[in-house]
């Protein structure tokens, strides 16, 4: 039996996508395969580095050590070829908040920043949340893949101060190539605009695939601050680790000011330990998880072949699958409605993405085959006529 079948049982244990199912979707009895994380236990390794620490009491004020940088930065060059100093690093409890913490350093209440939709929910959530005017392009699809339109993509920057990208890209799953990367850096330097790089999903890639780190395409980073965390790809969410890479001391150092303003001084003590064990142990893990999920994404693919009007955007990464239903010509309150009442399927309804994501669910495949194969089931009943 292969490591990812087997069956762990989350539910009763706080989580959210088990345990949230009757505040969120109104309905307790449904296969969840929504919020974005996985049913699989983290590498042993892992487990390993959290027992020991476990073992270790009492749990006080840790600090993050330098053995944790080492272990970021050989990541990302044995992963992604991309050689960052010590001193380009911060530490976060989350992405989120350091997207939240950068847009408040970087820039002022009023000021713009662009996103390109559909996209991760939380992009519009922390420029509003923030006083920012948020500001958004619309990416096209374009036989199944998701292309920049960048002649919007410039004029809109003209007035941006911060352009948060999504790379990999939550929902579609797309990885931008190398050469679009570094056109959105160049325009980007061009008219005085910061990115964001969030690359949470950037260890999650497909064999057909290649990922770069945008500061690495870009010809110059210094505008460039790149947010990454093994909490996606070891399914540690729950440790609240993550890092920021910022190259240009200027800007490291009002980032870091703005978290010491907010109270924000360290890591949890068991998210230190996970986040080092990960990024030092485990790459053979993270290898056989791609595999398996290539393979659950085959078993999606050739399910929705026969599920007339109902496409998977083929994903270069990610365990989140976006999926097309606007030739069905169903709207999205009957297709939400089928799926929660009919199929008992608990999905991510596609408009939560903003505009673009009317039309499409995002089916989760972060889980045994057994469970991909139940839903795809399930997916096909709510779109039958039975
Ligand atoms: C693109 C993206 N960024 C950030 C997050 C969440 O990051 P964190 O839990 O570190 O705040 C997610 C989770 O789904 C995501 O998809």
Redesign the pocket.
């Known amino acids: 039996m292969d490591l990812f079948d087997q069956k762990i049982e989350r539910a009763g244990t706080h989580s959210v996508k088990w345990d949230m199912l009757k505040t969120v979707f109104g309905h307790e009895d449904l296969l969840p395969m929504w ?3 996985m049913d699989f236990k983290p590498p042993q390794a892992i487990l390993n580095a959290l027992d020991k620490r476990l073992k270790q009491p009492p749990y006080g004020y840790t600090f993050v050590p330098d053995s944790t940088g080492k272990a970021v930065a050989s990541w990302l060059d044995r992963r992604h070829g991309w050689s960052i100093k010590p001193s380009w690093l911060l530490y ?8 939240s913490v950068i847009i408040r350093a970087l820039s002022e209440a009023g000021q713009q920043v662009l996103t390109m939709t559909p ?2 929910t ?2 519009f959530q922390m420029v509003e949340l923030n006083d920012r005017k948020l500001e958004t392009t619309l990416l096209k699809e374009i036989d199944g893949r998701y292309e920049i339109d960048w002649a919007d993509f410039e004029e809109k920057l003209k007035e941006t101060s911060i352009f948060l990208l ?1 790379s990999p890209h ?1 929902p579609s799953g797309r990885v931008w190539t190398e050469e679009e990367l570094n056109k959105m850096s160049l325009l980007c330097r061009e008219h005085d605009v910061i990115i964001i790089s ?1 690359e ?2 950037s260890d999650l890639i497909y064999r057909h695939a290649k990922h770069v780190p945008t500061a690495l395409a870009g010809d110059l980073h210094e505008h460039i601050i790149t ?1 990454v ?1 093994p ?2 790809t070891f399914n540690l ?1 729950g440790l ?1 680790a ?1 890092a920021i890479i910022a190259s240009d001391q200027e800007i490291l150092e009002k980032i870091k000011a703005e978290q010491t303003r907010l109270g924000f001084f360290t890591l949890n003590t068991f998210g230190i330990a996970a986040m080092e064990a990960a990024y030092t142990e485990g790459e053979e893990w993270l290898e056989s998880l791609i595999t398996y999920l290539e393979g659950n994404v085959s078993v999606v693919r050739d399910a929705l072949k026969d599920i007339p009007g109902v496409y998977l955007i083929e994903p270069d990464s ?1 365990y ?1 699958l976006w999926i097309d239903y606007r030739e069905t010509n169903k709207t999205d309150e009957e297709v939400q409605n089928v799926l929660l009442k009919k199929a008992k399927l608990a999905l991510e309804p596609g408009e939560k993405y903003g505009e673009g994501g009317q039309g499409f669910v995002r089916m989760n495949i972060g889980c045994s085959r057994e469970v991909v194969r139940e839903g795809v089931k399930r997916l096909k009943h709510a779109f039958s006529n039975q």
């Open positions: 919020v974005a994380d976060s409890i989350g992405v989120v908040p350091s997207i996209v991760y939380p992009f999504c939550n969030d949470i999903h947010l965390a909490s996606k969410a609240q993550s990610t989140l």
